[in-house]
C-alpha cells in the first residue's frame, strides 16, 4: 500500500534527525536543571520572566547582587558612594573580563544602563530603571547614576541590572546577540537548541566564586509531574515550581527532595471601594475578618507559606512589626454584614486567573459566603486579568485575588503600585495614603521611609483596601546530592551550588 | 488531472486567505500581550511604551494590512516574546512534531488495522472480542494519565526508558504509544466496517463460487477496495496527531508544535499562534489533496477531473 510506504518513510525521516541529538542524562559533571518554559530570551535587556533569568544571571553579571542572606552585596561594583540626593557613584571592578576576553569598562556598564532605559529600545523592564536620566564614566573605574528625584529602590533596583559588553551588542546587533548572548558570569553560553534547552559551560577565568560544574543543562518541561518524575528517575537534579502534594511525593523518593523557600511574593485579596458592596467600608472590613489565613496556609498550602499582617514581607525595606491589622474573626466579619443590611448583599465578583492556586481562590469564596457575602468567582485568562486589573476604579473587579512581586524586596514596588492614585492598579483614593507614599519615595532616609509605611499599613488595616494575605513559598525539587540555599528572589546562581559528597 | 489540480490550488488559496483572516481578528479580540510582558510594576506609560515598540498601538486595519503584505512575502513575522523570526521557531519544532506523528501512527495502525481485520473475519471468536475491549479501554484512557503513568512504570520504577524530552529513538517510544491509542481505535472500527462492507458484496460471493482461496479474497480484492475508507480515516487521523498533540508534548517535555502553539497563545504571542494556525491549514488541505490522488491510484475507476472514462 502507497500510503503506507509513505507513512514509514516519513518515520524514517523523523527517526534520523532524533539521533541528530544528544539524550540529556544527569551526572556529577553536568548540572540539569528542569525549567517550565525555555527561556524566551537570553538578552537580559528584552524580556522580564523568571524561565528567562534562572538561565540569563549565570551568564552576566549584574552591577549589584543580593547574599544568601538577602543583603545588598557588591558584584561589578564594589562599592558605592551617594554624591547627593540624585546621584550616585559606583566603583567598577578592574579584573573583570568578558567572555571573549574583552575587559569590562565603566563604557560597559553606562552602555548597559542607556540601552535599558531608551524607551525606544523598548525594554519590558524600562519601567524598573526608568528613574535614572543619566549615567557617565566618571573616572577611569568609576559611573556616576544620576536620577530624576531621591530613589531610595534604585540600590534594589540595580541589583538586577546585568552588564552587557558594548561592543559585542554594537558590532553584533540586537538579534544575533540574543541568539548567542556574551557576558561575563561564571557560565558561559555554549548552545541553544530551540524548545529543548540552554547548555553553558563553567567559566574557568570567572573573576568571582567558580562553578562546581563543568557544565549546565536547563531543559523545558511544562508538565510538573513530570518534572517529579524526572528527579525520581535521576534524569534532572534541579526542577522547578511544584506545589505542596509534589514536595511530600519527593520526600518519600530515595533520589530527590523538596527544597521551599519563602520569597518576596505576596499573596492578596485587592477590593474595588468604589463599587458596591465595597463602598461600604465596614464590608470590606468583614472581608478582612472573614479570611482564615492559617487555614488557607494549612489545610490548602501544605504548610509552606507564612501568613503576613501587613502587605509586605519580613524580607521587604519597609516590612514593620506591630501593626494592629485585623485578625480572623468570623463572628466580627458576620456582624459588620448585618449591619451594612441589604447593601451588603450586592454580588461580589471575585477575579482570578488560571496561574494561581484555584484551591485557595475556592476557599475564600467559601470563607466569604460564611459570613453572609455573596461571592462569585471569575476565571480569565492572564492576560485578560492583568488588562482588566490595572484598568482604573470603574471596571477593575470588585474583588480579585493576586500575588505580587516587584522582584526589588522595596515597599516602594508594592504598596505604592498598588495604592497610589497615579497606578493603574490602584481602585483606592486615599490622599493621606498618597501623600505619605510620595513622601517615602521622596527622601534616602530609610527611618523615615519606614515611619511613613508604617502610617500607610495602618490606614490598609484600618480602611481595607487590600486584605494581606500570606507570604508565598516556592518549593523547587532537588536531588538529594545537590546542596543549595534558594533565596527569596527568586534567582537560581549556579556558582553558589555544590554536590554533598 | 492538470484542471482538477488547478482547481484545488484556488480553493486551497482562498481557505488559507479566511483562515489568515479569521485567526488574525478572532486572537485581537482575545487580549493584549503587553501585560504578560512587562513586570507587575510597569506603569500605564511604560505599558504603553511597550505596546507602541511592539506595534499594537497602530490601528486594526493598518496591522491587518501589514500581515496580509508580509504573508505574501512568505514572512510570518516575529515573536514578540521570544525575539526570534515565527519560522525559526516554527521550523525548530516541525521535525519533533514529524516524529512523534510518525510515531504514533506507526503504533495507531500497526495495531488498529490487524485488530480490525481480525474483528471483521473472526467476529465470534472470544480473542477478538477480547480485543476490541482492550482497544476500547486504551482510547478511552486520557493521555495525561496513561502518559503520566507509563512515566512512572517504565521510567521511575523499571528504569527503562528515559522519562521525557528529547534524545535517541528510546525518548519516542512513550509519546508515540501515548498519542498513538487515541486513533488505534479509530483504524479498528473503520478497518473492521470497511471489511465487512466488502465482504456482503457480490463479488466476492462471485470469488468464492469460483473456488478462490480466502487468502487470495482478501489480498487481491478487499484489500484494495476496503483501503480506501481508511485512507481517508489517515489523512485526518495525520492532521489530528500534527494538531491533538498538545497534552502529549506537555506530558513527556516533547518540543512539538502543539506545546509551543499552547504557550504561544497563553502568552498572547499573536504572530506565532497565526504561523502555526496557517501551517496547519495548509498541511491540513494538503492531505486532503493527496488523500484524493491515492484514491485514483488504489481505484482507477475514481477519476480526478470528474469526466467519465
Known sequence: MKSARLFIAGVALGALSAFAIGPAQAGRDRLVVDLVNEPSSLDPHVQWNPDSYYVYRNIFDNLLTRDDAGNIAPQIATSWKQLSDTEIEFTIRDDVTFHDGRKLTPEDVVYSVTRITDPKFGSPQLGQFNKITGAQASGPNTVKLTTDGPYPALLAQLVKLSIVPKHVVEAVGKDAFNQKPVGSGPYLFEGWQRGVQVALKRNDAYWGPKGKFPAAIFRAVPDAATRVANLQAGSSDLGVSLDSDQAAQLKSSSRAKPLAVLTERVAYLRLNPSKPPFDNADVRRAVAYAVDKEGLIEGVLGGYDKAVPIMLTPVHVGWVEGVKAPAYDPAKAKALVAKAGAAAKAEIELATAPVFDQRVVQAVQQMLTDVGLNVKIAMSDMASYLKRAQSGPETVPSLSFGRWSCACQDADGVIFPLLHKSSGWSAYRNTKADELLEAARATLDESKRIAAYKQVHEIVADEVPLVPLYQSAIIYGAANALQWKPTPNESMFLNRMDWKD | ?309
Open chain 2, 1 to 309: 488531472m492538470r484542471s482538477f489540480l488547478l482547481r484545488r490550488l484556488g480553493q486551497a488559496v482562498v481557505t488559507l486567505f479566511g483562515v489568515a483572516t479569521l485567526i488574525f481578528f478572532l486572537q485581537r479580540l482575545t487580549g493584549d500581550p503587553t501585560y504578560l510582558l512587562v513586570p507587575e510594576t510597569a506603569t500605564p506609560a511604560d505599558i504603553e511604551a511597550m505596546r507602541r515598540t511592539l506595534g499594537f498601538d497602530r490601528p486594526l486595519i493598518v496591522q491587518y494590512l501589514s500581515f496580509l503584505a508580509d504573508l505574501a512575502r512568505f514572512d510570518l513575522g516575529r515573536s514578540v516574546v521570544q525575539n526570534v523570526p515565527v519560522s525559526t521557531i516554527i521550523a525548530s519544532r516541525v521535525p519533533y512534531t514529524l516524529m512523534l506523528a510518525g510515531g504514533a501512527l506507526l503504533v495507531a495502525c500497526g495495531i488498529g488495522i490487524p485488530v480490525g481485520i481480525a474483528l471483521a473475519l473472526w467476529r465470534e471468536n472470544p480473542v477478538s472480542r477480547a480485543l476490541a475491549g482492550l482497544v476500547l479501554a486504551a482510547q478511552s484512557m486520557p493521555t495525561f494519565w496513561s502518559g503520566i503513568l507509563m512515566i512512572m512504570v517504565f521510567a521511575v520504577t523499571l528504569r527503562w526508558l528515559p522519562p521525557s524530552s528529547t534524545g535517541g529513538v528510546e525518548h519516542l517510544i512513550m509519546p508515540s504509544i501515548a498519542l498513538g491509542l487515541l486513533s488505534m481505535a479509530t483504524f479498528a472500527r473503520i478497518t473492521r466496517t470497511a471489511l465487512l462492507d466488502e465482504l456482503s458484496k457480490d463479488y466476492v460471493r462471485t470469488a468464492r463460487a469460483r473456488g478462490a482461496s480466502r487468502r487470495w479474497i482478501l489480498v487481491r480484492h478487499l484489500a484494495r477496495n476496503a483501503a480506501i475508507p481508511v485512507i481517508t480515516v489517515a489523512a485526518l487521523e495525520i492532521s489530528n496527531l500534527l494538531a491533538g498533540a498538545v497534552i502529549v508534548e506537555t506530558v513527556f517535555a516533547w518540543p512539538g508544535l502543539g506545546q509551543v502553539t499552547v504557550q504561544s497563545i497563553l502568552a498572547r504571542d499573536f504572530l506565532v499562534v497565526q504561523g502555526v494556525v496557517l501551517l496547519g491549514a495548509f498541511v491540513t488541505i494538503g492531505l486532503n489533496v493527496l488523500a484524493d490522488i491515492l484514491y485514483s491510484i488504489v481505484d482507477p475507476r475514481i477519476r480526478l477531473d470528474g469526466v467519465a472514462r
